[in-house]
């Protein structure tokens, strides 16, 4: 991969990758850090990787990344217990259940957040996700179906 | 993909509501869910609709930091970055050790030199207690030396009580110590068994050579002997009791209770015991110089 491929790689996947980081960490300034350190990787490696490939290099190791971001900062990502209504008030309920969802995302567990992120969100098939999370296709298949169903329910308890 | 199992039903599910299930699962599918109809109820409550959207917020603000002319920078920034680390790293573990060793060195040192020093004074004290010990030995030979010559005429001097009192050798050491030199007089007073007995005996054992059968018992300054005869007709007893004079010495005999003969030898008994002064020696010396007293018996 050349240095204007790699640099097509930059304008087609840098918003993505920051928003897979931003949807999984919800720390926009980490998110920005942890974008640049997945295009480091790939500027270091540019010239033994496809550009066809780039796309699941970049998100390979944005997830290696940000397992290690996660196993670093210990952050709870899985849904708080003390979640309340205080949180998400009357007013934004009123938003359209597509706007709302974004914003329970915080609410499910890592791997379900990951797996509907990179399906939502990167438009990634099962089986790149597969590839990317190191999942079997059944159990990204599982964790997506899940994801949307626990979402379901929350818009469901805050009508 | 694997059979339809109660594990695996979801991700049947969301292919067969996606359209990715081929005519065959699909039928699989329908079959599994009219078996367990419990399961007919995730069909209908998965809602696709649920989906994640692109947030106009969420915009990445550092792409101009991502592309290559940058990152060429920046590697090389990182490789410098990287360089200094490994190179404080390289730094860091170089003084360490030499800090060990360092430390190491002077721990050991520290051990070893204060010894040696002390090894070193010792040795000097050695030397000059080595040097004292030759000065000092050829004084502790000549005490010997003049203790054999000494001991007869004290023997005449000393008090008949000193004589007869004890059969083992005591040694007393009087200390004067003269601090300054560190040398002391010593004064040894040996007790032992009365030197006339022992006169006595070796007389007696030279006289009753031939006797086939003796046997000396001492009592204070007079010696018994009960003998048996050659032909072992008679056996009987000798008294004999040795009176010391300046001049000479006197044997009297007494044989089955009535005195027989006395005997009168030239030679005055050679007494060993006596006052032994020995001066100018030091502690050490002492000791081995009371050892030599003792075993001289």
Known sequence: MSGKEYNKCVDDYSEMLFKYFVKNISDKESAQDLTQDAFLALWK??????????KAFLFISAHNLMINYINYTKKQLI???????????????????????????????????????????????YKQIAQITEMTEENVKINVFRARMQLKKILMSMK | MNNITKENIE?????????????????????????????????QEYDPSVRLTDEKEDVFEGKNLLY???????????????QNKILKRAIAVITSVAAIFIFVFIFVKTQDNPPTQQLTKTTSQTKTIKHQQTEIKPQSEEIICE?????????????????????????????????????YDVVVKRRRLSPELEQLICLVQNEWSDAPEKVLVKE????????????????????????????????????????????????????????????????KDLDSIIKVLQNRR
């Open chain 2, 147 to 183: 203790e054999k010559e000494f001991l007869p005429q004290v023997a005449a001097k000393i008090p008949q009580e000193n004589k007869t009192n004890s059969a083992k050798d005591t040694a007393k050491a009087q200390l004067n110590s003269n601090e300054d030199e560190k040398r």
């Open chain 1, 45 to 54: 490696r540019h010239n033994e990787i496809e550009i066809s490939k780039a």
């Open chain 1, 79 to 125: 849904i708080k217990n003390d979640w309340s209504k205080k949180e998400i008030g009357f007013e934004e309920m009123a938003f359209e259940n597509k706007n709302l969802v974004n914003h329970l995302i915080e609410k499910l567990p890592a791997v379900m957040k990951e797996c509907i992120v990179l399906r939502d969100l990167q438009g990634f098939s």
């Open chain 2, 68 to 82: 290559s002319d940058f990152m060429q920078s920046k590697t090389n920034e990182i490789k410098i970055i990287r």
């Open chain 2, 220 to 283: 204070g300054n007079i010696l018994q002997m009960n003998y048996i005869n050659e032909d072992r007709t008679s056996r009987g007893r000798i008294d004999m009791q040795m009176l010391a004079y300046p001049d000479n010495t006197m044997i009297r005999y007494v044989n089955n209770g009535a005195e027989s003969s006395c005997k009168q030898y030239a030679n005055p008994m050679q007494d060993p015991n006596s006052e032994i002064v020995i001066k100018n020696v030091t502690l």
């Open chain 2, 11 to 43: 991700a049947y599910i969301l292919d067969y509501i996606e359209g990715n299930l081929e005519d065959n699962m699909r039928k699989e599918l329908e079959e599994f869910l009219n078996k367990n109809p419990q399961y007919k109820n995730l069909l």
